[in-house]
């Protein structure tokens, strides 16, 4: 029973700082790219960063400088630590992982997301 779960969101002021959490649960063989997107009201989901089992990283234009993307591969976790936020940066959060659970093909999982509310 495999999940991703988000936790780090809230509400902050413009210029500070949050910083996201996704781990991922279950019976795990093995977890490839992990990535952060956002979602604004009406807006699509876009990708903010991702980053590769190696550590490779990248980042949509907008955070680069701001935003850092790092796993924990001995905790399944992907963080994201955000600072220098703007209040364009108010959205939804949600991870994603190319994931292999035990006895499993690898498949794209998604978590729940969480609010990040940036108030000027």
């Known amino acids: 029973q495999v999940q991703l779960v988000e936790s780090g969101g809230g509400l902050v002021q413009a210029g500070g700082s949050l910083r996201l959490s996704c781990a991922a649960s279950?019976?795990?063989?093995?977890?490839?790219?992990m990535r952060w997107y956002c979602q604004a009201p009406g807006k699509q989901r876009e990708l903010v960063a991702a980053?590769?089992?190696?550590?490779?990283?990248n980042y949509a234009d907008s955070v680069k400088g701001r935003f850092t993307i790092s796993r924990d591969n001995a905790k399944n976790t992907v963080y994201l630590q955000m600072n220098s936020l703007k209040p364009e940066d108010t959205a939804v959060y949600y991870c994603?992982?190319?994931?292999?659970?035990?006895?499993?093909?690898?498949?794209?999982?998604w978590g729940q997301g969480t609010q990040v509310t940036v108030s000027s």
């Open positions: 994603n992982a190319d994931l292999s659970p035990t006895w499993g093909p690898i498949k794209r999982y």
């Open positions: 279950g019976s795990i063989f093995s977890i490839n790219a």
């Open positions: 980053i590769g089992s190696g550590g490779s990283t």
